[in-house]
């Protein structure tokens, strides 16, 4: 009976594939192409038929469960959907009555406008569905590799290049743009936004559209979250299947000293991020409603853009036109710091303030590795304001204490401008390059060398660490490992910077300041980006890249412990 149980689930898994493929179409159509005129039966199956799919395939899928109840608590997101669908379905009959009514009738008309929208946000969300179906297969080709003694840990870069191939062809629709953008020009944004470093080669908001605004925004969050993040979380709602390997692959990339932690910390890494950004989005709603036009949707694009450390801004000028405005500069900054400081930091943090909240629950404190991070954050936030403060007295271009700040934590992965990078001297200069190379945390949306690799290059941080008769921290292995990846990541720098030299004829310190924005994921610029030749945009791609999945990756792999398996299924 199981096994029968398990076939018919993997018949609805294909036919959610199939109504997600086709829903995601829809949606490229109708946005990508809107000088395509769309046939009447396709507006049909749109408004009726994969409503009508979705409506009969949650419910089945409910039906055929083994634990009904427990399946609905697990996965409320369906049947969220599944009320969209009720009420869409009840919007497509005003649609068909709309097609027979007389072309005055106002009111009717208003409900097939409504209806239509509806059905693209339903849509949108449903297909979902389908990337469930498409993780589920991602992890299959995962174990094929895995067989076939490559390494776990190439399933980042792989997913990383082949999201990077997909947001292109995206950015690439006609449909997103205000204006022509070359192909080299869509994978540079791509790229940047998925390495979350926010880098742009032209102006965002007079090159792209609401709808291609929208499609950067998405590929930032998910550049954020991570690759594995979503697939390992797409994977736990479609099925929550997977192999004990794959539970090695996401323990070591996502967080977590045990496996079984892994699985909270991907719960928490979701439910931490919707609360942060939607604290974000709803701040700068407050602060810039009746002064900008579209405040909450442009707040919510600047809050996933800070809190993912990307730097992308819907203003041509950044943040510069707020250098006057505390309350903006200080909310953008407590969203750049959150998501700098890593998720299991978050997650720590998290613990700890409701066990000392909650009268009932034992009071936890915080682990050495989250009071490392925050103790070498905070001190390179103070470090950066003073020589950026001094910076200013010294060439003559005095900036506030709150500029200073604002600076210093935006240099370190955030890269967003409160004023041109061109007004720093020598010291804020050097002080910026200084702050990109060591970056943010381990598992955070930042780049960098990592404070936690940096801080082992001074004391052993780490319990683990094996310990040793000499008192000299030069013998111990964790120190040799900091220093070498400290010193591949230099070389990467300066290698990159050469290559400017020769292909844009850059000054050495643009040169310099240009490569380690790129490696480090900052997206800060000394107004060079945009006027690289295609060469130069190439290193800057591959430093992108390099900084957001290669070096992380060998980060993680050479500093962290593979965990021990548990001896409890993970479902």
């Not at 742009?200 to 930032?220: C, E, F, H, K």
């Not at 697939?231 to 990339?253: N, Q, Y």
């Not at 910390?265 to 950004?277: A, D, F, M, P, R």
Request: charged content about 15%; hydrophobic content about 50%; glycine content about 8%.
């Amino acid at each position: 009976m199981n096994r029968e149980r398990e076939q018919r689930l993997r018949h609805l898994d294909r036919f959610v594939a199939l109504l997600g493929l086709l829903a995601f179409l829809m949606l490229v159509l109708r946005h990508g192409f809107p000088q395509l005129s769309v046939p009447r039966p396709l507006l049909l199956a749109w408004g009726v038929l994969l409503p009508i799919g979705f409506f009969l395939e949650s419910l089945t899928r409910l039906l055929w469960v083994q634990n009904p109840w427990r399946y609905l608590r697990l996965h409320p997101l369906r049947y969220i959907i599944l009320l969209m669908i009720l009420l869409e379905l009840s919007g497509a009959a005003a649609w068909s009555a709309a097609q027979t009514a007389p072309s005055g009738a106002g009111e009717i008309l208003n409900r097939r406008s409504v209806s239509f929208t509806t059905g693209e946000l339903y849509l949108a969300i449903v297909s979902l569905g389908f990337a469930g179906s498409w993780a589920q297969g991602v992890l299959t080709a995962n174990r094929w590799l895995a067989n076939r003694r490559i390494p776990v840990l190439a399933l980042p870069a792989l997913t990383f290049a082949a999201a990077i191939l997909a947001g292109t062809a995206l950015l690439a629709l006609p449909g997103l743009h205000r204006q022509h953008i070359s192909l080299l020009d869509n994978l540079f944004t791509a790229t940047s936004a998925l390495c979350v470093t926010g880098l742009s080669v032209y102006d965002i908001p007079a090159a792209l559209n609401p709808a291609g605004q929208t499609v950067l925004a998405l590929l930032i969050q998910v550049g954020g979250l991570g690759t594995m993040t979503i697939l390992g979380s797409m994977a736990l709602w479609h099925r929550g299947m997977i192999t004990v390997g794959e539970r090695v692959a996401f323990s070591e990339l996502v967080g977590g000293m045990k496996l079984t932690e892994t699985r909270k910390l991907l719960g928490t890494i979701l439910k931490v991020t919707l609360l942060v950004e939607g604290f974000g989005a709803l701040a700068f709603w407050l602060l810039w409603r009746g002064r900008i036009d579209h405040a909450l949707l442009k707040g919510a694009f600047h809050s996933i853009s800070a809190f993912c450390n990307a730097g992308f801004a819907l203003f041509s000028d950044s943040f510069a036109s707020f250098r006057s405005d505390p309350p903006t500069l200080v909310v953008l900054m407590l969203l750049i710091v959150a998501g700098g400081a890593g998720f299991p930091v978050l997650a720590n943090l998290n613990r700890a303030a409701l066990s000392r909240v909650i009268p009932w629950q034992e009071s936890l404190s915080l682990n050495k590795t989250s009071r490392v991070v925050l103790l070498w954050s905070g001190g390179l936030i103070v470090l950066g304001t003073v020589l950026f403060f001094a910076d200013g007295w010294l060439n003559g271009t005095p900036r506030t204490w709150i500029e200073a700040l604002f600076q210093s934590v935006t240099t370190r992965t955030a890269g967003f401008q409160a004023e041109s990078q061109l007004r720093f001297g020598f010291l804020g200069l050097t002080a910026a390059i200084a702050l990109m190379i060591i970056g943010a945390s381990p598992q955070s949306t930042g780049g960098g060398v990592k404070t936690t690799v940096v801080a082992r290059l001074f004391r052993r941080i780490d319990p683990r660490d094996p310990l040793s008769s000499s008192r000299w921290l030069i013998t111990s292995k964790p120190f040799r490992v900091a220093l070498l990846l400290t010193v591949l990541y230099l070389l990467t720098g300066l290698g990159a910077s050469a290559l400017f030299f020769i292909t844009d004829h850059l000054s050495a310190r643009d040169a310099l300041f240009e490569a380690f924005s790129a490696l480090g994921t900052v997206g800060l610029t000394r107004d060079i980006t945009p006027t690289l030749s295609p060469a130069g945009k190439w290193i800057d791609i591959l430093l992108m890249f390099c900084g957001r999945v290669l070096y992380p990756v060998l980060v993680m792999r050479m500093v962290r412990r593979r965990p021990a398996p548990d001896p409890v299924p993970w479902t």
